[in-house]
C-alpha cells in the first residue's frame, strides 16, 4: 500500500473537520487497523498459554517485538510492551530509581509523563533556554554530587510536544557520561518517531517511550525499549510478563496494530516529512501574513516538521478555541490532559514567556493524516477568528 493510499479516504470537506490536532492524537492507519482485527475477532486466545490458538496470538507479538527493534535501533529482548507512552515514562523513571537508590533529572520542558515521576522520587529539573533547547551548562551542575543526591537516571524528550523543538541527544549524552558516567538516559520519544530517524538520534541512549496512537497505531498500548546493561524494577508485579519487567495480559491486538503502523511510519517517513513539513510552512506563513502580532515560539529550523506553535497578542486561546470549533478547525493550547481545563504551558513559562503571552498560544500539529484543504481551512478561519475576539 503507498503512503498516498494509506491515507485517509478521500474526504469532501463539509465531511469531517480540518484536524490539526495529531500531536494529541492520530487516526489509526488503515493497515494497523487490519492487523488488529483478527485479534479481535478470531484469534482471541491469551498470548501466555501453551495451546495452539495461544501461540498465534505470542507469534504477533513476537513479530512486532521485532519491527520496533529494528525501527528504534535496539534488540529486540530490549522491547516491553506497556500500555502508552504514559506507563512507559513511569516504568523507565521509576523502574531505574527503584533499582538503583538514586535520583532523577530532567528538564523543566518535560511531558507531564516523566515531570511528575521525577517529582514523586525526589529528583531536580534542568533549565531550558529561550529556544526550548537544554541548559548543557546547568545539567552538568546538577549532574555535581555537591547539587543533591546521586543521578541515577537523566530524562531528555526527543521532540518536545508543544513547541516541537528537537533535543540533541548526543550533546545531552557526553554530559551525562562525563559527569554522571553509571546515569542511565532515557527519551521520551512519543512525538519524536514521526518526525526524526529514531533509531540514529536515540543510539546514545539507554531507555526510549513510545505511544502507538501518536503515529497511527491504537490507543492504549505503547512500548519501553531498554538496553541490555539498564537496571530496570518492575512497577506492575504479577504473571512476569515481558521478562518480569511489565506484568499483565498482553494487548495482542493493540500490539499487532503498533507494530503494522510503526512499520509503515519508517517506510514513509521520510516522504511524509517533506510533504507535512511543506503543509506546516504554508500553514505558519498564511497565519504570520494575515494576522498582526502573531509569532512562532521557535525557529523552524529547530522544530520538528509537524509542530507549528504560535503567540497571538489580544487573545486567550480557549476562546479561540471555541470558535475554531465552530469552523470545524481542530487545534489545541498546548497538552492535552484529563479534564480538557486550560492550564498555562510550563513549556513557555520555561523558555521565559510571560503568562499573558502564553494565554494567546495556539499549538497546530499535523501528521501522516493531514491534507492540503484542511490547511486552507485554517488559514481562512483563523485570522477571522482571531479578529472577532479581539
Given amino acids: 500500500m503507498s503512503a498516498a493510499q494509506n491515507r485517509l479516504a478521500p474526504n469532501q470537506q463539509t465531511q469531517r473537520p480540518a484536524y490539526l490536532d495529531c500531536a494529541a492524537s492520530t487516526p489509526m492507519r488503515p493497515c494497523a487497523v487490519e492487523a488488529m482485527m483478527p485479534f479481535l475477532e478470531t484469534q482471541f486466545a491469551n498470548p501466555s498459554g501453551a495451546h495452539r490458538m495461544a501461540r498465534t496470538s505470542r507469534s504477533a507479538i513476537d513479530d512486532a517485538r521485532e519491527v520496533a527493534a529494528a525501527a528504534l535501533g535496539f534488540d529486540p529482548h530490549g522491547i516491553v510492551f506497556t500500555s502508552g507512552g504514559t506507563e512507559a515514562d513511569n516504568l523507565a523513571v521509576r523502574g531505574v530509581i527503584a533499582a538503583t537508590g538514586t535520583t532523577a533529572l530532567c528538564p523543566l520542558t518535560e511531558h507531564h509523563a516523566v515531570l511528575h515521576p521525577v517529582e514523586a522520587v525526589g529528583g531536580r529539573k534542568v533549565r531550558v533556554d529561550a529556544g526550548g533547547v537544554v541548559d548543557l551548562e546547568h545539567l552538568a ?203 498555562p504551558s510550563h513549556v513557555l513559562a520555561a523558555m521565559g514567556v510571560d503568562r499573558q503571552a502564553a494565554a494567546g498560544s495556539l499549538r497546530l500539529s499535523l501528521g501522516w493524516c493531514t491534507e492540503a484543504w484542511e490547511i486552507d481551512r485554517a488559514i481562512d478561519a483563523i485570522p477571522g477568528c482571531v479578529e472577532q475576539l479581539r
Avoid at 186 to 192: E, L, Y
Avoid at 193 to 200: G, S
Avoid at 225 to 246: F, H, I, N, Y
Avoid at 276 to 288: C, E, N, S, T
Fill in 141 to 343: 551542575a546538577q549532574l555535581h554530587p555537591d547539587a543533591g543526591p546521586r543521578v541515577g537516571l537523566v530524562s531528555v524528550m526527543l521532540v518536545n510536544n508543544e513547541s516541537g523543538v528537537v533535543a540533541d541527544l548526543d550533546g545531552v549524552a557526553q554530559v551525562v557520561r562525563r559527569h554522571a558516567p553509571d546515569a542511565m538516559l532515557h527519551t521520551d520519544a512519543v512525538q519524536g518517531v514521526n518526525w526524526v530517524d529514531v533509531a540514529a538520534a536515540a543510539r546514545s541512549v539507554d531507555l526510549l517511550s513510545l505511544s502507538a496512537h501518536k503515529f497511527g497505531g491504537p490507543k492504549g498500548v505503547g512500548l519501553l525499549a531498554v538496553r541490555p546493561e539498564v537496571p530496570l524494577s518492575a512497577q506492575l508485579l504479577g504473571g512476569g510478563q515481558e521478562a518480569d519487567r511489565r506484568s499483565g495480559t498482553h494487548n495482542t491486538a493493540g500490539i499487532a496494530a503498533l507494530g503494522a503502523a510503526l512499520a509503515e511510519l519508517a517506510k514513509t517517513r521520510d516522504a511524509d516529512i517533506c510533504r507535512i513539513g511543506a503543509l506546516a510552512d504554508r500553514l505558519a506563513d498564511g497565519l504570520l501574513s494575515a494576522i498582526d502580532g502573531c509569532a512562532e515560539t521557535v525557529a523552524r529550523q529547530s522544530r520538528a516538521a509537524g509542530i507549528c506553535q504560535l503567540l497571538i497578542d489580544g487573545i486567550e486561546t480557549e476562546a479561540l478555541l471555541v470558535l475554531l470549533d465552530r469552523f470545524d478547525v481542530m487545534a489545541s493550547a498546548a497538552a492535552s490532559c484529563a479534564s480538557g481545563a486550560m492550564e
